[in-house]
């Protein structure tokens, strides 16, 4: 059964954005399923490997349309990624734990709720695209 289960609360106005947060979503799911040290290691970078590409290219796009806070929304997504190294070092500790990914997840879904929807409504206002 999955922990996180996509809701369509969590839907911005742009709909490449929210394909990549599903997946999102899916690799969370994997995570906190891992069954060994090995696959816990393996999975959480998948999710970086995820995360990196998908807030480039929102990073991206924002950069190319002048959206107003893309420095504020780029050091959100740093943030972010630094977290997601923090759990790597310690899942090679050995001292991860299922709260870890909750947190991780709450702290994600805050971001998609708020700075996300902006640019997502941002991108609609303006007739942009986000190209996959």
Request: hydrophobic fraction near 35%; charged fraction near 25%.
């Amino acid at each position: 059964m999955n922990q996180f289960e996509w809701s369509d609360d969590y839907l911005v106005a742009e709909e490449t954005i929210n394909v990549q947060h599903r997946q999102l979503f899916a690799l969370a799911n994997d995570l906190i399923q891992s069954e060994n040290q090995p696959q816990l290691q393996e999975n959480v970078m998948r999710l970086y490997r995820h995360c990196r590409e998908h807030f480039e290219a929102e990073e991206t796009f924002m950069k190319n349309n002048a959206y107003p806070l893309t420095q504020a929304h780029t050091a959100s997504h740093n943030l972010m990624l630094d977290k997601l190294v923090e759990a790597s070092q310690i899942i090679q500790r050995g001292a991860w734990h299922q709260n870890d990914t909750l947190n991780f997840m709450h702290d994600w879904i805050q971001h998609v709720q708020t700075e996300d929807r902006a640019i997502g409504e941002y991108f609609r206002d303006k007739g942009l695209k986000l190209e996959a």
